[in-house]
């Protein structure tokens, strides 16, 4: 059988090409490497090369036409030698869990569409704000403080802490080296919750601004559903008001997890990640269960201030979501800043002690060992907060209270929409959220949008930060992919050199023929600004060629992202290409 010329994948987000020009034509010579066509999407044209030698045998695909990725395009080999002729199948859907649900009623004028979000975190309040600029009137109803986890008991009361932490550290560690000599250097715990709250009003406060000008309703009361596409909210007058819509949007995000642990609930020192953001004092010891995002983040703020930390984790790995190399780093510097780590160390119990709690958990030998501390910090995951919602009264597909979407984040009721930390199958990330939000506002409005996670960065506020997006290298090898690494180390970097002296590294994964960036993989100062250019770069379907012609500005840490990129070719300036 002759060789099949294929559509190739330039890029994770290329679902199909266009025929631009055939520069060979049927009947004549090909050798290896030679170009055979032309091909464009919608961001690149590219020139699709013969990996075999022989004849142009028949061309499938006209110039003009759409192929989907690995359609194809021609046939080459011996003359006489038998081809396929299929024409390109269309381009496949994306894969939903199950069927868009049908239009609940004919359009609207957009100015006549009532939509009512449920939840004012980063997935609701960004939600309403997109609807209400495309003319819907918009209601929030919200149980408690807008801004949801993030903004209140998330991420940004979080790097709060983290940020405070830093400057400690950085004046005792990094100090003395640079000529800045402090003494009495002392963390002022009290201060820190007061700034981390400061900052928490004033981006909630924000929020209620946005909606004042974008004329987004707000009721304060918690919502269920009575019926499909039917909610009933108990306001926070006492009242209760039966309310429908067009559209409903469910964004009411996730809470703490709390494993069944015997001993655990019942211990007043075993706090969540709200506890560990409002301590009054700073505890000497802590004992972290879990080793994801959570534990760690908070681990590496209170280690900082001063606190034993030791960690237990259950898997014998961490932070999964991460590439190998980075974990590794990552884990190193946390031990240098004195944490202990105790993997495949599953909690059985937690028994009373007069420090505060002692964790007794069954290490890797199958023997007990107890660990006390002031405070238990219990980071096992985040769990959807729908149980108050009346899934099944509001006939909402769902998968332990997750509420099942598809990519326009329709659920399996017409004119019903999730969001965010609720929704199955997603990162559970405020970022995420937002993308979120805007789709099921636009795709409500009339505008088809839809959610792609593939530019989904991934940041970690450990020390050093990291950051990823796209595919790690644990997952190409998995999908069998061709793939090159780049890899430029933060010591080679001027500006990460005078930051924290140069720990970390930027890893840049590429498809091993064009060069498409599949996946960029940095720790180091700055990696969670950083990875901005690396979502950039998948969303645009960008090759390593591309980073390169880009002048990035010296002295920055941004070089280290092109000079990632050169190394993946072998041409790297400031470090080795070996
Ligand atoms: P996680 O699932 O990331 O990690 C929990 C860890 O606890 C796992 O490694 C698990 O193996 C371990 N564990 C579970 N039971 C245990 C037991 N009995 N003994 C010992 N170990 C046990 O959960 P998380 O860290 O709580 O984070 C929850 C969610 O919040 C995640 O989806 C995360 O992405 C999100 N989040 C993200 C950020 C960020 O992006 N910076 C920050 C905070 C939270």
Redesign the pocket.
């Known amino acids: 059988m002759a060789y099949e010329l294929k559509m190739p994948q330039l890029g994770l987000t290329m679902e199909e090409g266009t025929v631009s020009k055939w520069v060979k034509k049927e009947g004549d010579a090909v050798k290896v490497g030679d170009v055979i066509v032309e091909i464009t999407t919608d961001k690149l044209t590219n020139e699709v090369v013969s990996e075999a030698e022989g004849t142009l045998l028949k061309i499938v695909a006209q110039e003009g036409d759409d192929v989907p990725v690995k359609g194809t395009l021609a046939w080459i080999g011996k003359p006489g030698e038998a081809v396929g002729g299929a024409a390109p199948a269309p381009a496949a859907a994306p894969a939903v869990p199950f069927a868009p649900a049908p239009a609940a009623a004919p359009a609207k004028p957009a100015g006549d569409k009532k939509i009512i979000v449920v939840g004012g975190g980063p997935g609701g309040y960004v939600a309403a704000i997109r609807a209400a600029q495309l003319g819907a009137k918009v209601t929030v109803v919200e149980r408690e403080h807008l801004g949801g986890t993030c903004l209140n008991i998330?991420?940004i009361p979080?790097k709060c802490l983290l940020h405070s932490a830093e400057l400690v550290n950085d004046i005792k560690e990094q100090g003395p080296d640079i000529g800045v000599k402090v003494s009495g250097v002392e963390v002022d715990f009290p201060q820190v919750i007061k700034h981390k709250n400061e900052i928490s009003k004033k981006l909630t406060s924000g929020i209620a601004g946005l909606f004042k000008m974008n004329k987004v309703a707000k009721v304060d009361g918690e919502a269920k559903f009575v019926a499909p596409g039917k909610l009933s909210v108990k306001k926070a007058d006492g009242s209760t008001e039966e309310m429908t819509a067009d559209a409903i949007i469910v964004a009411t995000g996730s809470i703490n997890a709390i494993?069944p642990?015997p001993g655990l609930k019942e211990n007043p020192n075993c706090i969540d990640s709200t506890g560990a953001l409002s301590l009054e004092k700073l505890p000497k010891s802590m004992v972290v269960?879990?080793?994801?995002?959570?534990?760690l983040?908070l681990a590496c703020a209170y280690a900082a201030f001063g606190t034993k930390i030791t960690v237990?984790?259950?898997?014998d790995h961490?932070l999964p979501m991460l590439d190998g190399d980075l974990t590794k780093i990552g884990v190193a510097h946390m031990k240098k800043m004195g944490m202990e780590f105790n993997l495949e160390?599953?909690?059985q119990r937690v028994e009373k002690s007069s420090v505060g709690a002692k964790v007794v958990c069954k290490n890797k030998e199958g023997k007990e060992v107890a660990f006390e501390a002031e405070k238990v910090l219990v980071?096992?995951?985040?769990r959807a907060n729908t149980a108050m919602l009346d899934l099944d009264a509001g006939k909402l597909d769902n998968d332990r209270g997750r509420i099942k979407v598809n990519d326009k984040m329709e659920t399996s009721v017409p004119g019903v929409y999730a969001i965010g930390d609720c929704v199955m199958g997603y990162?559970?990330?405020a970022h995420t959220a937002s993308a979120m939000g805007e789709v099921a506002a636009e795709n409500i409005m009339g505008i088809e949008a839809h959610y792609d996670q593939k530019t989904n960065p991934?940041?970690?506020?450990i020390e050093p930060e990291a950051a990823s997006v796209g595919l790690t290298e644990e997952q190409c090898k998995e999908q069998g992919l061709a793939y090159k690494v780049g890899k430029f180390p933060m010591a080679a970097n001027g500006k990460a050199l005078i930051l924290n002296g140069g720990e970390g590294v930027v890893k840049i994964i590429a498809g091993k023929e064009y060069g498409e960036i599949l996946g960029m993989h940095i720790i180091g100062p700055r990696a969670t600004d950083l990875i901005a250019e690396g979502a950039l770069a998948i969303g645009e379907e960008m090759t390593l060629d591309e980073i390169i012609a880009t002048i990035h500005s010296h002295p920055t840490v941004t070089e280290a992202m092109r000079e990632a990129a050169l190394q993946a070719e072998k041409r790297a300036i400031h470090t080795s290409n070996k």
Request: glycine share 16%.
């Open positions: 998330g991420c979080t494993p642990i269960i879990g080793a994801g995002v959570i534990g983040e237990v984790e259950a898997l961490m160390c599953p909690v980071a096992v995951g985040r990162a559970q990330l991934t940041c970690v506020y």
